[in-house]
């Protein structure tokens, strides 16, 4: 960070914490940016004269007579077309020893959409993989997170959609993301030639975690210099917020505020939706869509973080390894698009939301089954065929590694609907099952 | 001349006033940064310092700023042009704002000075006036909005003049009263009163005793609510709180729908945004949004500004109350409303109660709760709040402070389920285990016995105690398995089930089996039950299931179609030849 000149220096540190120092100065701004002995920190109280600052990468080494410079701004992003294809660190300073960017410099964190110029959003964001297009399909101006455990691919998941999903621009915010991780990324998208449509921000592992509190806000304001200075349909990935969330509680525990659940700070619902809720399908045509990571810890989601995130975004995906066909699916029953409706048979078949509801249906008939089963007793017919429809379900739709367009996943419902179920256990709309199902629906059960 | 003061200290939101002058609890000040202005409430008085809360981001405040006190609480601007607009939680105009992004301290106006209304009189030159008292009337939209003696008003007056029908702009003076001092006051069609003080200008509040319909079967078949009624509905996130908040200003029965949306995605008001101004109401032909008001303080919004929101909506409803209508107002989350309490609490270093949120929770969710209700004017006349609220228990779990404080408050209780909303069991209300406290009311029984049916009330506890032991039938079959109990219980099971597809779940989507009227709720209710006490012959267990589902899924097939139409008339007959097959004939 530069510092123009004829800025005050101040010497006397009154205090230091682990994460903070305070002392007095004249004329700070809430939120105002400083430097302490060269590291960035931000004003987080004020009393009278007396200014606390959080150091983001952490107060080791600062003495009482430290300089501290004060930068008159809160965070900044320089924003323009020379974003494109280039990595940047949790203070938007390039890591990939390009030049600075010049453009536009902009407060990180802006001020919200006003919620009655905001669009419905309406364009359907196609993945090839069917436990998303069929069973949870994805809208532009969505918010929705993968849930997963941390030994889940929920990366390589994650790159797959972005590198299908025709968006034209994709930001990166990486958290907490390990070096290989890292590296996973850069490759992907070098290989798939798409590193001009790509922006990153990463703090690694082996950066300060207080600092990924920056990687959000710098990731959405790049994303919205893009959705509205040109109008683009823009793609915010987000990994890990879980990293994000741990961070925060890092930093309100050591301002001594009174944890809630899972010492985790009150705020914790506020600060995660405002990040959220930059989603958004602009009026002029722009869209924000953010795809996000939430690991969990042993598949537990009433955890404050899975949970406040849960009710925060437009549903959840869920990676979950099938133990019975040996792969990773999208688990039908946690997972949920809750813009699906927008979408699904108005922009794709008509017979869609019966499918698709049908085949869930079934597919818990099988779990119930397979219950019955563990306990020992005997199953029915009708439990042998869920069963096997269950595991076929799994194999041709919710493995993540199909990729069929929305038609072929619909067809193949069918098929495995009509192998496996008579119409009455189907039990969906008439017309659909004769036009659809290509069944008769008054034929011998 | 009104206080000043000086920002001494700022956290987040809260920050800290020095002060010239008297201040007073909730008052509100403006802090009168270089470009803008930022509207905030006190929170707390200690000494020289004031604590207010601002309803922005403080992002660039310096202490030293100067503060202006108005010397008034935050107060709801009331009179004709509320419906139909689209508010912040402090009732400015979001469609007045310009651009895209919201700007910090753009205060725009609730309602248009210049618009002309077409005023007529109602009381006359020498009528004795209270509080409340209906002065005249403008036609806002389809409804007829009564202009009223100010809620602040207090005694009587003797109107000394009154205004012709013609047009009037809402501050121009349409009365003059005379108080017994013989001190004239004139009146406006525009008043202002304070939001967090109940509106009490009426006669009475007896216990609410009429139903409520809302096409919504698991709710006016087997919870129901009555016009001026409390109810809540708890339950883990992605479970349908939304949904069924939607469905129900969609399709209650109610002149108004207030909606406050409190602290959650922007896109769902969005969504309501987009739908309401297309969507026809059944009941008028007129569109959804001409009976509906909206206050918006999403997620993303200020978080101060979402507890005053809830209270900026009621007191909208209470308004509009008094005019003799039927107001059903929701919230979507109250929890929402909670955290923004408790995160102000825990940076004002209170005692914390449970979970972190203040002590006094309970008392200011079951305070806000008693601000519903079903009253008689003075006129004689009847107006009602329904409340419903959502909550958001964090992890799911019932058992936390603000579901708790909740349940104590509010009379109906829908608990949305996590197993019922995984298995797409929609609306995912647990049946058995949520309440309508009014089914126990003799009034409410009453009421229904003369305008519905003498068995409603009976059939609703018939068809709980079904689901009750379907319940039980379904564990025994789990632990003794398919072979291991009587046929009978794979009976029990198969008809609860009936009655949790046909009754219980609909379809929210479906033109048709969104919304289903109390005549035809009637009828498929008599269809069910008859089917429930018929006596079926089965040779072994494994008929059971498969028959059952062939009667639910003509059953299905009839819930969406037209009532009484050709294809229902079809389904129903093609049931009767299924239930013949299996008919048990007793000799
Ligand atoms: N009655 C219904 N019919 C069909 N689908 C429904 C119904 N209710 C809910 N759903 C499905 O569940 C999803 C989540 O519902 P909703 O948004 O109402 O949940 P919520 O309880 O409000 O969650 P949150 O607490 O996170 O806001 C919907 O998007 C829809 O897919
Ligand atoms: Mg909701």
């Known amino acids: ?445 | 001349m009104n206080t000043k003061g000086k920002v001494a200290g700022v956290i987040a939101n809260l920050v800290t006033v020095e002060v010239n002058g008297p201040v007073s609890q909730n008052e509100i000040c403006y802090i009168k940064m270089s470009d803008v202005k930022l509207m905030a409430e006190v929170i707390r008085i200690n000494g020289k310092n004031t604590y207010v809360q601002v309803f922005e981001s403080t992002r660039g405040l310096k202490p030293g700023t100067e503060v202006d006190f108005t010397g008034h609480m935050l107060e709801a601007t009331l009179g004709p042009g509320i419906l139909s607009k689209n508010y912040d939680g402090l009732q400015h105009d979001l469609d007045k704002m310009d651009g895209v992004f919201l700007k910090k301290g753009d205060y725009t106006p609730a309602l248009e000075d210049d618009k002309r209304w077409e005023f007529k009189p109602i009381a006359k030159i020498g009528d004795t006036v209270i509080a409340a008292s209906w002065l005249g009337e403008v036609k806002e939209k389809w409804m007829p909005h009564k202009i009223m003696v100010p809620f602040k008003f207090k005694g009587s007056y003797t109107v000394k003049s009154i205004v012709e029908q013609g047009e009037y702009k809402i501050n121009d003076t349409i009365a003059v009263l005379v108080d017994t001092e013989n001190n004239e006051v004139s009146v406006s069609m525009v008043q202002k009163w304070p939001v967090k003080i109940p509106i009490k200008a009426y006669e009475k509040k007896p216990r609410p005793f009429k139903l409520m319909e809302t096409g919504i079967r698991v709710i006016d078949s087997l919870i129901p609510i009555v016009e001026g009624g409390t109810g809540f509905i708890p339950g883990p996130f992605g479970t349908g709180k939304t949904v069924l908040q939607h469905s129900l200003s969609k399709q209650a029965d109610a002149d108004m729908i207030v909606v406050a949306a409190c602290g959650e995605r922007a896109n769902e008001v969005v969504e309501i945004f987009a739908e309401f101004p297309e969507l026809d109401d059944p009941r008028t032909g007129r569109k959804l949004m001409e009976r509906t008001t909206i206050i918006a303080n999403t997620s993303n919004m200020p978080v101060a500004a979402r507890e005053a929101s809830v209270y900026t909506a009621m007191t909208i409803a209470e308004y509009y109350r008094s005019m003799g209508l039927k107001i059903l107002l929701l919230a979507d989350s109250t929890s929402r409303w909670a955290q923004a309490l408790r995160e102000m609490s825990n940076r004002m270093e209170e005692l914390p109660g449970p979970d972190a949120f203040p002590m006094d929770l309970p008392a200011i969710v079951s305070n806000f709760y008693a601000r519903a209700g079903f009253v008689y004017l003075n006129n004689g006349k009847t107006g009602s709040v329904t409340f419903i609220g959502t909550v958001s228990p964090a992890g799911g779990n019932l058992k936390e402070p603000v579901t708790e404080s909740t349940k104590k408050a509010a009379r109906c209780f829908y608990a949305l389920s996590q197993d019922r909303a995984d298995s797409k069991r929609y609306p995912a209300i647990e049946a058995v285990d949520s309440y309508s406290k009014y089914l126990e009311y003799p009034e409410f029984q009453e009421y229904i016995k003369e305008s519905i049916s003498t068995d409603w009330v009976e059939n609703i506890l018939s068809a709980k105690n079904i689901l009750v032991k379907g319940r039980e039938a379904y564990e025994q079959i789990n632990i003794l398995g398919d072979d291991g109990v009587p046929l009978d219980y794979h009976q029990a099971f198969w008809k609860s089930e009936l009655i949790d597809f046909i009754i219980l779940q609909q379809d929210a989507f479906d033109d048709i089996d969104s919304s289903t009227s109390i005549e035809r709720q009637q009828y498929m209710m008599n269809k069910v039950l008859d089917v429930y006490n018929t006596n079926f012959k089965f040779e072994t267990f494994e008929e059971v299931n498969p028959y059952f589902k062939r009667i639910i899924n003509v059953f299905k097939q009839m819930n969406y179609s037209e009532y009484k139409l050709e294809q229902f008339s079809k389904f129903e007959n093609e049931l009767q030849d299924i239930i013949q097959e299996k008919l048990m004939i007793v000799e």
């Open chain 1, 1 to 445: 960070m530069k510092t123009t000149a004829f800025q005050k220096i101040y010497i006397k540190i009154e205090n230091i914490t682990k994460a903070t120092c305070s002392l007095h100065a004249q004329g700070v701004g809430y939120e105002e940016l400083a430097i302490v002995n060269g590291r960035l920190a931000q004003v987080v109280k004020i009393q009278g004269s007396l200014i606390t600052l959080q150091i983001f990468s952490g107060t080791e080494g600062i003495s009482t007579n430290s300089e501290v410079i004060f930068l008159g701004h809160s965070p900044k992003l320089s924003v323009s077309e020379e974003l494109s294809g280039r990595f940047f660190n949790a203070y938007g300073l390039p890591i990939d020893d390009g030049p600075d960017v010049d453009g536009k410099v902009v407060e990180i964190g802006g001020p919200s959409v006003n919620p009655v110029r905001r669009k419905q959003p309406s364009e359907l964001i196609a993945t090839g993989i069917a436990g998303i297009d069929l069973n949870n399909t994805l809208v532009t101006g969505q918010k929705i997170p993968f849930f997963a455990d941390p030994d889940q691919p929920f990366n390589q998941v994650m790159a797959m959609v972005a590198l299908r999903a025709k968006a034209d621009k994709i930001i990166l915010g990486g958290m907490g993301l390990t070096n290989d991780d890292y590296l996973f990324f850069k490759n992907i998208f070098e290989n798939a030639g798409v590193l001009d449509r790509i922006t990153s921000f990463v703090n690694t592992t082996e950066d300060p975690p207080v600092e990924r509190l920056l990687i959000p806000d710098m990731a959405l304001t790049a994303a919205e210099y893009f959705a509205v200075e040109q109008n683009k349909n823009v793609l915010v990935l987000l990994t890990d917020m879980t990293l994000y969330a741990d961070a925060l509680s890092i930093v309100s525990n050591r301002m001594d505020q009174i944890p809630s659940k899972d010492s985790m700070p009150g705020s914790l619902y506020s600060d995660l939706a405002r990040l959220y809720e930059k989603a958004v399908q602009f009026p002029s045509g722009g869209s924000i869509t953010i795809i996000a990571v939430t690991t969990l810890s042993g598949g537990d989601i009433t955890h404050a973080i899975p949970d406040n995130t849960g009710y925060i975004t437009e549903g959840q995906l869920f990676l979950r390894k099938d133990s019975d066909i040996g792969k990773v699916i999208i688990d039908p029953f946690r997972s949920l698009s809750r813009l699906k409706q927008l979408v699904i048979g108005t922009k794709t078949r008509e017979d869609h939301p019966q499918v698709m509801n049908a085949s869930i249906r079934l597919y818990a008939d099988a779990a119930n089954a397979k219950t019955k089963l563990e306990n020992g007793f005997d199953l029915t017919d009708y439990d042998e065929r869920s069963l096997k429809f269950a595991k076929k379900y799994s194999e041709r739709l919710l493995a993540i590694d199909i990729n069929i367009d929305i038609d072929e996943m619909l067809d193949t419902a069918w098929d495995l609907l009509n192998q496996h179920f008579s119409v009455s256990e189907i039990g969906i709309k008439t017309e659909l099952i004769e036009k659809y199902g290509k069944r008769k629906v008054n034929e011998i059960e």
